[in-house]
């Protein structure tokens, strides 16, 4: 039987319930290293690292950890999520962040300052599920040496990015496990899809795309590109 294709979301509660979904088909098709990667302006990640506790919960019981890298995130998710009895642990607590009686991990929004601390626990976590949910290994580009950005890129070529969406000016980069990178077009009636390529298009890609779609870039589709936007930040 054909799998009806998912189709792009237009709402925050659709876009999560995407991202649980695609991310634990990864996991059961064989990923071990999965990346969930919802790039909205200004998204507070806290609710949404909630539904993903919630799903590992269900999954794996109490045989999992939370994973975070600011203290802070973790003392709040500590608070907020004592109805989800999660253990919570950060980054630079090492073997006792990776129990050897837990299933699987889910860390919640690294930086590029952790990178190091994360591979390691990758490595502690072996070829048990390890899930890194909004990951921003790539902010920090200035001060960041040859060497460093190699061991980044390095350490993230090991992931299967099981969801991403990104919001662009004229529309949206989009992947849905098990389904490929997709660009989507803003129109005057609404988004459409406009290309599928195998792996995740480059910024020039993506540029290319567009001009070969729409020529010279217009501001005629800024308003309605704005109500999707505020849309998916519901």
Request: aromatic share 8%; net charge negative.
């Amino acid at each position: 039987m054909t799998q009806e294709p998912i189709l792009l979301p237009d709402n925050l509660e659709d876009t999560t319930e995407q991202a649980i979904a695609a991310t634990h088909q990864a996991i059961a098709d064989g990923a071990n290293r999965v990346i969930a990667d919802l790039r909205f302006p200004e998204l507070k990640v806290m609710p949404i690292a909630y539904e993903f506790a919630a799903s590992f919960n269900q999954r794996y019981g109490k045989a999992w950890q939370a994973i975070f890298s600011d203290a802070g995130a973790a003392a709040l998710a500590k608070r907020e999520w004592a109805d989800l009895d999660v253990s919570v642990r950060g980054v630079n607590e090492g073997r006792r962040a990776i129990r050897e009686e837990d299933q699987a991990f889910l860390v919640i929004e690294p930086t590029s300052v952790e990178v190091e601390l994360v591979e390691k626990l990758a490595q502690l976590a072996g070829d048990r599920p390890f899930v890194m949910l909004n990951p921003r290994l790539e902010n920090s580009e200035v001060g960041l040496g040859l060497a460093a950005r190699q061991m980044r890129d390095r350490f993230l070529s090991t992931f299967e990015t099981a969801y991403y969406i990104k919001p662009l000016e004229l529309g949206a980069l989009w992947r849905c496990y098990p389904q490929t990178w997709q660009v989507w077009q803003q129109t005057e009636e609404g988004m459409q899809s406009m290309a599928e390529v195998a792996q995740r298009p480059s910024s020039e890609d993506i540029d290319r795309l567009f001009k070969q779609k729409t020529g010279k870039q217009s501001g005629s589709f800024l308003g309605r590109l704005q109500q999707f936007l505020s849309a998916l930040a519901r």
